[in-house]
């Protein structure tokens, strides 16, 4: 690695055999440093100006890339049901820690690998246990796998307890199950929530069991959208 720079990383591939998260051959070496070079087989060669002193590290005496940094690089190139299982491999590990990972996304939005790697961190995550319904479950799982950021259930705001809501976004969605305001005074009471919101800065939309059930795909796309129009980062 030396031949390739005193600050170079073994990475990507072969980092993520080091860190034992992937049944591969560490070779060829995949090897990161600051400044472009040549190839050197058997020596894929990759440049970095942004790594950070948290992505870096060492593992048996040697540098490696930082373990969320692997997953980072492995993400643009591996599929999501392999990242996955890097993932999980890492935790049986006693290796995983989430807040490292969320650290890493926070400020490595433009990478290659960034959207896909959180969207396996959300997934990895264990879907809330504070959901109240299956329709709560169902939809909080779907926008996860649809790679929307992770929505906080049943989250109180501005006196109101909110069903999925994105607090950057101050944006909320409403899920209706059939039956569940069948009255004149519950009926009110909505729109008037819906006011008071809308007061507070606080954009909601309303998703009915029976339309999710019918239109998944197309319900999530129309939030999708929404929520860009809120300057929300979606995949």
């Known amino acids: 690695m030396f031949a390739c720079g005193p600050d170079a990383l073994l990475s990507h591939y072969s980092a993520a055999w080091l860190w034992g998260i992937a049944r591969i051959s560490p070779v060829p070496f995949h090897v990161t440093g600051p400044v472009p070079r040549q190839r050197r087989l ?15 590290t060492d593992r048996e005496e040697i540098p490696v890339t930082a373990l969320p940094r692997t997953a980072l690089d ?11 299982s890097m993932l999980e491999s890492s935790e049986d590990q006693g290796l995983f820690d989430l807040r490292a990972f969320e650290e890493l996304i ?11 790697l959180r969207r396996a961190i959300a997934l990895h995550a264990p879907v809330v246990p504070w959901t109240r319904s299956e329709f709560e479950r169902s939809f909080c799982a779907a926008a996860i796998e649809a790679g929307l950021p992770r929505p906080s259930m049943n989250f109180v705001e501005s006196g109101y307890e909110l069903d999925a809501y994105w607090p950057d976004a101050r944006f909320a969605v409403e899920l209706d199950a059939y039956g569940t305001h069948g009255s004149r005074s519950s009926f009110e009471r909505d729109r008037l929530r819906q006011e008071d919101l809308k007061l507070s800065g ?21 939030i999708r959208r929404l929520l860009a129009q809120r300057g929300v980062v979606v995949l």
């Open 42 to 56: 058997p020596i894929h060669i990759h440049h970095s100006r942004c790594l950070a002193g948290q992505d870096r």
């Open 74 to 84: 492995m993400a643009a190139t591996v599929k999501l049901g392999w990242l996955r």
């Open 106 to 116: 926070d400020r490595t939005c433009g990478h290659h690998g960034w959207g896909r």
């Open 202 to 222: 606080i954009e909601m939309t309303r998703v009915t069991d029976v339309r999710f059930a019918r239109e998944p795909d197309e319900v999530l796309d129309r």
